[in-house]
C-alpha cells in the first residue's frame, strides 16, 4: 500500500468517474452535453484534472498539466460560438468533484492510515487548483471573445501614422477578422510552439486537418510561413 497505488487506483476509476460525471450533467440538463463536440471538450477537461488529482496524490503536490491554461482560455473562447454560458462550466466544476468522491474515498484507502487524512486533503486541494485555473483562463477566454473590436483606424484619422504604415496595419486587420475561430485557435497553440501532431491531440483533429486550417490562414494573411503568419496575427506580441 501507499501513494503511488492510490494514485493507480484513482487513473484506473477515471473512466467510471467520467461515466458517472456525463450522467449528472445530463440529469441536470446541461448543455455541456447537448452535444457530442461540446461533451468531447468537457470530457478531456475532466480527464486531465482527475489526472492531476492523481499525480498530486502520488506526488504529494498539485503539477498543472503542460498548455492547460492556453487550452482552457481557447475552449472559454470557443464557448462564446457553442452559445454555452460560463456558468455551465462552474456548475460542472462542482458535479464533477461529487462524481469524483467514492473514487477518491476508495483510492485514499491504500494509503496507511495515519495518512489517509492528508492524502483526501491533497486531493481536495489539487482538485480545486486544477479546476479553478481551468475555469479562471475560460471566463477570460470567454470575455476576449465577447469583447467588441477595436474600431480601426482609418488613413487621415487623428493619431492616425503618417505613408503607408497605417494601410498595412488595416489590411492585416481585415485579414485578421476573416480568420475563424479554429483558424484562430491553431495559430494560437503554435505561438505556443506546439508541432501539428499535438495541435491535433489538442483539439482531437487530423494532422492533415490542422495543416488545412494553416494553410487557409496564411492565404488569408498573405504569410508563406510560421514566422510571417504569426508576426501578422499577434502584431508586437514576439
Same mark, same amino acid.
Given at each position: 500500500?501507499?501513494?503511488?497505488?492510490?494514485?493507480? !487506483?484513482?487513473?484506473?476509476?477515471?473512466? /467510471?468517474?467520467?461515466?458517472?460525471? %456525463?450522467?449528472?450533467?445530463?440529469?441536470?440538463?446541461?448543455?455541456?452535453?447537448?452535444?457530442?463536440?461540446?461533451?468531447?471538450?468537457?470530457?478531456? !477537461?475532466?480527464?486531465?484534472?482527475?489526472?492531476?488529482?492523481?499525480?498530486?496524490?502520488?506526488?504529494?503536490?498539485?503539477? /498543472?498539466?503542460?498548455?492547460? #491554461?492556453?487550452?482552457?482560455?481557447?475552449?472559454?473562447?470557443? &464557448?462564446?460560438? !457553442? !452559445?454555452?454560458?460560463? +456558468?455551465?462550466?462552474?456548475?460542472?466544476?462542482?458535479?464533477?468533484?461529487?462524481?469524483?468522491?467514492?473514487?477518491?474515498?476508495?483510492?485514499? /484507502?491504500?494509503?496507511?492510515?495515519?495518512?489517509?487524512?492528508?492524502?483526501?486533503?491533497?486531493?481536495?486541494?489539487?482538485?480545486?487548483?486544477?479546476?479553478?485555473?481551468?475555469?479562471?483562463?475560460?471566463? %477570460? #477566454?470567454?470575455?476576449?471573445?465577447? &469583447?467588441?473590436?477595436?474600431? $480601426?483606424?482609418?488613413?487621415?484619422?487623428?493619431?492616425?501614422?503618417?505613408?503607408?504604415?497605417?494601410?498595412?496595419?488595416?489590411?492585416?486587420?481585415?485579414? =485578421?477578422?476573416?480568420?475563424?475561430?479554429? /483558424? %484562430?485557435?491553431?495559430?494560437?497553440?503554435?505561438?505556443?510552439?506546439?508541432?501539428?501532431? =499535438?495541435?491535433? &491531440?489538442?483539439?482531437?483533429?487530423?494532422?492533415?486537418?490542422? $495543416?488545412?486550417?494553416?494553410?487557409?490562414?496564411?492565404? $488569408?494573411? #498573405?504569410?508563406? +510561413?510560421?514566422?510571417?503568419?504569426?508576426?501578422?496575427?499577434?502584431?508586437?506580441?514576439?
Amino acid at each position: 500500500m501507499g501513494h503511488q497505488a492510490a494514485a493507480q !487506483q484513482l487513473r484506473a476509476a477515471t473512466p /467510471e468517474i467520467i461515466e458517472a460525471y %456525463r450522467s449528472s450533467l445530463g440529469r441536470l440538463g446541461s448543455l455541456l452535453v447537448s452535444r457530442e463536440d461540446i461533451w468531447r471538450q468537457c470530457r478531456h !477537461q475532466a480527464q486531465n484534472i482527475v489526472a492531476e488529482c492523481a499525480q498530486a496524490l502520488e506526488a504529494g503536490r498539485h503539477s /498543472e498539466l503542460p498548455g492547460a #491554461g492556453e487550452y482552457s482560455r481557447l475552449l472559454g473562447a470557443h &464557448r462564446v460560438v !457553442q !452559445q454555452v454560458p460560463v +456558468s455551465e462550466s462552474v456548475r460542472a466544476a462542482e458535479v464533477l468533484w461529487q462524481a469524483m468522491q467514492a473514487a477518491v474515498a476508495e483510492a485514499v /484507502e491504500r494509503v496507511p492510515a495515519d495518512e489517509r487524512h492528508a492524502a483526501a486533503q491533497t486531493v481536495s486541494t489539487a482538485f480545486r487548483a486544477a479546476a479553478g485555473s481551468r475555469l479562471y483562463q475560460g471566463i %477570460r #477566454g470567454y470575455e476576449e471573445a465577447q &469583447r467588441p473590436p477595436t474600431p $480601426k483606424v482609418q488613413e487621415g484619422d487623428p493619431g492616425a501614422p503618417a505613408g503607408g504604415a497605417n494601410a498595412a496595419d488595416a489590411a492585416d486587420a481585415q485579414a =485578421l477578422d476573416l480568420l475563424t475561430l479554429r /483558424e %484562430r485557435q491553431i495559430l494560437e497553440a503554435v505561438r505556443s510552439g506546439l508541432t501539428n501532431r =499535438l495541435i491535433g &491531440r489538442r483539439f482531437e483533429i487530423s494532422e492533415a486537418t490542422v $495543416k488545412r486550417h494553416l494553410h487557409n490562414a496564411y492565404r $488569408k494573411l #498573405g504569410a508563406s +510561413s510560421r514566422v510571417q503568419a504569426l508576426n501578422k496575427a499577434f502584431p508586437g506580441q514576439g
